[in-house]
């Protein structure tokens, strides 16, 4: 290994009890709001096919026209507490809002910039309210930030000259200055979601990451960061020169998952899944394949089955409510999470051979090991397969913990179980009682 002075600074996961609880929440909300929401992914009768929140990227946008939107931004039927109601009936234990996108405009009134809410005809703090009314709910809150700022006239992707340098360092003053802030109005949340850092500016200057990283950490001990804010001196991101992990989790599980444990090295990670293919902010026309209750149903399964947390986005409309599918989606969710929640919170992985029929899960330290079922065989015969020394003595699905299921031993740590029906509309769990033979 090459020695760096701006890597990672700890080898394994966080051990602390803050981590403990985000590595316990396993389902979270993804919001993204802003500016965006008034186009929807529209502009004077033309379709714009990007992703929603990067229309004022499209070559059919004017750009003074988007920096302009702030004026109409209204939300008149905005109300928090409905917003964080809904979240914790979806069974959601931790949300991520977008307190500014690429775009540059500030959720909450901030005083290093005149881009902000408070300039609108909403005049109103948004942040404020909704981390008051998800924290009353028992839902965590964490805030996107944007590195990367189209607005400000410091931003530099890639500084070219001595002048754009000079620039980009007053830049980082106000990144600097913008992050203390919010940690300051907003003491309660649990961590920053952090985006836009790709860009040359960022990637090649790992020391100011780093430095920004220990400084957030000095004046909010406990905050919870992952690997996207992160780059070395040689400019590696996520993973330093040494292959090191750099932050708390790995944050680069987007819009895709991994396959296998193996594919997660060992450390903590989240996914974080749009509804449709590729839609972070409020879209009116969704095309595409949406996808339904069931599979991102399974996606949290999977998600939790690998030892992961999984967050869900929603783009809500620019006046504030939620279009109905994503209601929808959050309905069916917690339908299924209210029968079946105790196989998600405190999750992870259960060291089992994997099945078709679908994924272990191990309640964390326990012996506890639950099977969700996502394809129920023909056969209706579900194979288990346990580790040598380890015995099945009881089993039960979450709907019907009463009627025992009787295993049918087949040979040395391998059961059948067999479904009493084979119509189900959502994922089945069992529970599985084993015990190591010592
Ligand atoms: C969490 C998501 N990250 C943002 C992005 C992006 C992006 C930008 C360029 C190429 C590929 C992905 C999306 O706008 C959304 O905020």
């Known amino acids: 290994s090459i020695t760096l002075q701006h890597g990672a600074h700890r080898i394994g ?35 714009y096919n990007g992703a929603a929140e990067w229309i004022r990227s499209w070559k059919e946008m004017p750009q003074a026209e988007y920096d302009n939107l702030y004026k109409q931004f209204n939300p008149v039927n905005y109300q928090p507490e409905q917003w ?67 607005n400000h006239p410091d931003w530099r992707a890639s500084p070219k000259t001595p002048a754009d340098s000079i620039a980009y360092g007053r830049f980082k003053v106000f990144v600097k200055n913008q992050l203390q802030e919010l940690l300051t109005k907003y003491p309660t949340i649990k961590g920053f979601w952090f985006d836009g850092t790709w860009d040359d500016s960022w990637k090649n200057d790992g020391a100011f990451s780093d430095e920004l990283e220990q400084y957030l950490q000095k004046i909010h001990p406990g905050l919870i960061i992952g690997s996207r804010l992160r780059a070395d001196e040689k400019g590696a991101r996520h993973f330093d020169s040494n292959g090191r992990l750099m932050g708390d989790y790995e944050q680069g599980w987007e819009r895709k998952l991994p396959e296998k444990i193996a594919d997660i090295h060992g450390n903590d990670w989240e996914g974080v899944m749009t509804i449709p293919e590729n839609q972070w902010g409020y879209n009116a026309r969704w095309a595409g394949h949406i996808k339904s209750a069931n599979e991102l149903i399974e ?11 999984f967050v869900i986005n929603f783009g809500p409309k620019s006046d504030g409510t939620f279009r109905t599918e994503e209601v929808q989606r959050m309905q069916e969710i917690g339908q299924w999470m209210k029968v079946n929640g105790a196989a998600i919170y405190n999750g992870g992985y259960a060291g089992f051979e994997k099945q078709d029929w679908g994924y272990y899960i191990r309640k964390n330290g326990t012996d506890s090991v639950f099977m969700v079922v996502c394809n129920v065989p023909v ?29 049918e031993v087949t040979g040395k740590n391998e059961y059948f179980l067999r479904l009493e029906t084979k119509n189900f509309h959502t994922p089945v769990v069992i529970l599985l009682q084993t015990s190591r033979n010592t």
């Open 84 to 150: 964080a109601l809904q979240a914790k009936n979806m069974g959601a234990k931790y949300m991520i809002i977008t307190t500014k996108h690429h775009d540059g405009f500030c959720l909450w009134p901030s005083k290093y910039s005149r881009y902000t809410v408070a300039s609108s005809p909403w005049k109103k703090d948004i942040i404020g309210p909704m981390v008051d009314a998800y924290n009353k709910n028992g839902i965590d809150v964490y805030l996107y930030f944007s590195i990367i700022d189209w």
């Open 299 to 309: 996606m949290l399964v999977k998600s939790t089955s690998l030892a992961g947390n």
């Open 379 to 407: 056969s209706g015969d579900l194979r288990v397969k346990l580790p040598q020394q380890t015995t099945l003595t009881h089993a039960a699905t979450l709907e019907n913990p009463a009627q025992a299921i009787t295993p």
């Open 13 to 47: 996961n966080r051990t602390d009890a803050g981590m403990a609880r985000w590595r316990s929440l396993r389902l979270g909300q993804f919001i993204h709001w802003g500016l965006y929401a008034i186009p929807g992914g529209e502009w004077k009768g033309k379709t």
